[in-house]
């Protein structure tokens, strides 16, 4: 038992001090939910949260019912037959997968590994999200239709280079939008301990 506050203060102040933010436990989860994408050419992940709690999540799929083995990944001549018209995109699946009030999404934050398309831009919006952070882009993105989009519904968009710690960002800023798949081979967080 303790006897005076000479003995409490002995125990005070011993909590790690090297913890990740929300915003780089975001990151990390929406890469690890990006792994789950069967497009072979694009893997996208997104995670909504507020206030430390993680709300949803999401990653390009194709539609409920629609098996992957039996869906269009290809980009054939004919549109018809290719994923673009199909595939849900990761933004859009965590909305959509979120199974609260919708309420509950305003103010919250949206992570993703690849900057919005400009529905997805409509979608986020739509749901009162005030702040997304992206990892990565396909290219510049500020005269595009979905930051025009953002921007006009004050939406906070950040780059994840300004809100992650420098050993973090070369984990995730190593891998491209294109190939998140490349994680794989650098399955390790930040302190060495793999994934």
Excluded at 148 to 165: Q, T
């Amino acid at each position: 038992m303790l006897d005076n506050n000479n003995d409490i203060n002995e125990y005070l102040g011993l909590e790690r001090k090297d913890t990740i933010t929300d915003d780089e436990a975001a990151c990390a989860t929406a890469m690890i939910w990006a792994l789950r994408s069967k497009d072979p050419s694009t893997q996208v992940g997104a995670c909504i949260y507020k206030d430390g709690v993680l709300l949803s999540l999401g990653y390009n799929r194709p539609p409920r019912g629609w098996s992957d083995s039996a869906f269009f990944w290809g980009k054939p001549d004919n549109p018809l037959y290719g994923k673009y018209p199909y595939i849900i995109h990761a933004e859009h699946s965590a909305i959509s997968n979120y199974r609260g009030y919708k309420h509950d999404l305003d103010g919250a934050t949206m992570l993703v590994t690849l900057f919005p398309c400009e529905q997805c831009a409509q979608d986020i919006a739509e749901a009162g999200i005030k702040k997304l952070i992206y990892i990565n882009t396909r290219g510049p993105i500020e005269d595009t239709p979905a930051m025009m989009l953002l921007n006009n519904a004050g939406i906070e968009v950040v780059s994840l280079k300004d809100v992650a710690s420098v050993t973090l960002q070369s984990l995730y800023l190593s891998t491209t939008p294109t190939t998140t798949g490349a994680v794989r081979s650098k399955r390790r967080l930040y302190n060495g301990n793999t994934i």
